[in-house]
């Protein structure tokens, strides 16, 4: 059965609206040679795009073999070079006009930012790219420290992208003129393999976006990556087993998906987006 036609579009921000992945690995590679470190492969990257800061944090320390007090201090020293280097990110090629072509359509699609980042650091990336922003509502953002995210449930799990729903379905009951949206009736945009596997645990379509670095370290799997069995959340789960949550009068087991099942689909550029393969026409308001 083919999937359901999308009423919704959640977003990831990092590396898919807007090009911090790219300074994110400036950042950490300025620094990591001044602790005489090799730079840091895809390898490594691709595990620690999507997640929480902690985790990516750790994964990192063990990769280059940090000692505790090391780590700190590269940690301080990563921060001083974001603060320079993320006032100066920009949108990623397609990104203004998707967006405005889903504000603009009738019906209208409802969009909601879901991005593991910090407020912090959001606003220190976002600051000056407010008119790009201010196509999602204040409630409708979630961010990386969002005190209704438990400890441990960042991306992979499904959690920041089954809350992102939520916060627009508040909006339609409050308002009362359409039904609530369900898991499937979402579009989740993602360029990282955590996150691509959070949404289909989400029980959500998805479109993975990855930088060119990414999809080729991923050659020959890339339909693992669209199921979310590329295996990211097996330690997550075992620590904080994924919970069932009641959406849209549906339970959400947090479960991935499966080979070519058409819930997921791989595009190298968000410009020229097929809108008409999810069912969105751009017939403006």
């Not at 990623?92 to 991005?115: C, E, F, H, M």
């Not at 959690?159 to 009736?185: C, F, S, W």
Request: proline share 8%; with cysteine; charged share 25%.
């Amino acid at each position: 059965m083919a999937p359901p036609t999308i009423r919704c579009c959640l977003f990831d921000m990092d590396g898919l609206l807007i090009n911090t992945e790219d300074l994110y690995t400036v950042c950490t590679n300025e620094v990591l040679r001044e602790f005489g470190k090799p730079d840091m492969p895809w390898s490594v990257k691709a595990q620690l795009q999507g997640r929480p800061g902690p985790d990516s944090g750790r994964l990192l320390a063990e990769w280059a073999q940090f000692t505790p007090s090391q780590f700190t201090d590269f940690t301080e020293r990563v921060k001083v070079s974001q603060a320079k280097h993320f006032p100066t990110c920009a949108p990623l090629p397609g990104v203004p006009k998707l967006l405005q072509d889903l504000v603009s359509t009738n019906p209208r699609i409802k969009i909601a930012l879901a991005s593991s980042s910090h407020r912090f650091n959001y606003q220190l990336k976002t600051a000056h790219l407010s008119e790009l922003f201010s196509v999602f509502p204040e409630e409708n953002m979630v961010l990386g420290d969002d005190p209704r995210i438990m400890a441990g449930r960042g991306k992979p799990a499904p959690d920041i992208y089954l809350l992102a729903l939520k916060t627009i379905n508040d909006v339609i009951q409050r308002e009362g003129k359409e039904d609530i949206i369900k898991p499937e009736e979402c579009l989740v945009f993602e360029d990282a393999v955590p996150g691509v596997e959070a949404g289909r645990r989400a029980g959500m379509q998805v479109v993975w976006c990855p930088h060119p670095g990414l999809l080729q370290e991923y050659k020959g799997r890339e339909k693992e990556v669209l199921a979310g069995l590329t295996g990211t959340y097996k330690e997550e789960a075992v620590q904080n087993p994924a919970p069932v949550v009641e959406t849209a009068g549906q339970n959400v087991t947090g479960s991935p998906g499966k080979i070519d099942d058409g819930y997921a689909t791989l595009v190298k550029t968000l410009e020229d987006f097929p809108y008409s393969q999810f069912g969105i026409h751009l017939q403006k308001l």
